[in-house]
């Protein structure tokens, strides 16, 4: 069969094949291509930080961003490209050059007079079961002087449905470290609510797919529901991916604390985020 390529798998064991067809090459030879280029940035100063509003849904102004990660000369998705590093073992050394640029990049603000309440970095599974995480991220924090309260780590809800590896006790240190903790893509996963009540979270991030589905007609009740749970949980709801004025109504109607979506803003390069310090975000779009 001309479209089928026979390769001699490697750990398949000595008299096995393994069959791939060419689209499965294809995605090999991506992802190998995927991890040359992150192994370049590491080596060539080749990521940036992109930084979102986070917009305070009463007061108008931002209360601050989530930090997306970018490379300067690829045009590849963080979607894409945080797998292969994960996959390839690179997100320890890409992990800690994020935490190190954005809690610095917040220090700077701090010392210029930028005073922003938070940055959100997130991090993915592997990188928080990494036996010293909690120690790194101290580390940093000292060294950059930033007090911890002002950085948000952002985990998945997958994170904390896996009950291995002691997750909630390595998010109980974080806790006691002083940082914030954001639950990301929130109403992906499939589990019950109750960990919410034992999960020691600061805020949930409802993620866009949610809030596509749940933010029309009819649908409303269950997204108001979500902020109701919780607020009765002392926890904050930042609504994410929102791109419409409806949804914002919705939203604001429902109680939700924070919006961050391309309705309000895009991610935004440190001189562009300077330049919406003092804005309204509310107040300029006649809200
Ligand atoms: P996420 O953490 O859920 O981040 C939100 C994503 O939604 C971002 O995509 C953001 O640009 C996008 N977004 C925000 N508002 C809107 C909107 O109104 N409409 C649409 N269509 N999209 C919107 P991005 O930057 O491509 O990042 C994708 C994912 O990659 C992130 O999802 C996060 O899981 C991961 N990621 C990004 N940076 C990092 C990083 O530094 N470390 C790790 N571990 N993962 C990262
Ligand atoms: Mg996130
Ligand atoms: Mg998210
Ligand atoms: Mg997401």
Redesign the pocket.
Known sequence: NADTAMYKAKDAGKNKYVFFNHEMAAQLKNKIDVENILREALREDGFTL?Y?PQVNIKTGYVDGF????RLKNYNV???VF?PVAEETGL?KE??KW?IREAVSQMARWKAQGFDFKRIG????PK?LKEENFTAILQEILLEENLPPEYLEI?I?ESVVLDKTNDTIAIIENLKRLGVQIAL??FGTGYSSLSYLTFIPVDKI?L??SLNDKFLGDGKVKVIDSLIALAHSLNLKVTA????GMEQYKKLQKGGCDFI????FS??LTVQETENIYNKNFLQDMGL
């Open positions: 992109m979102q989530e930090a997306l990660l998705s963080p979607a945080i997100i890409i992990g994020v970095i997130n991090v993915s990188q952002e998945t990301d893509d991030k993620d866009k994410e991916g929102i791109e961050q979506g391309y309705f895009r991610p």
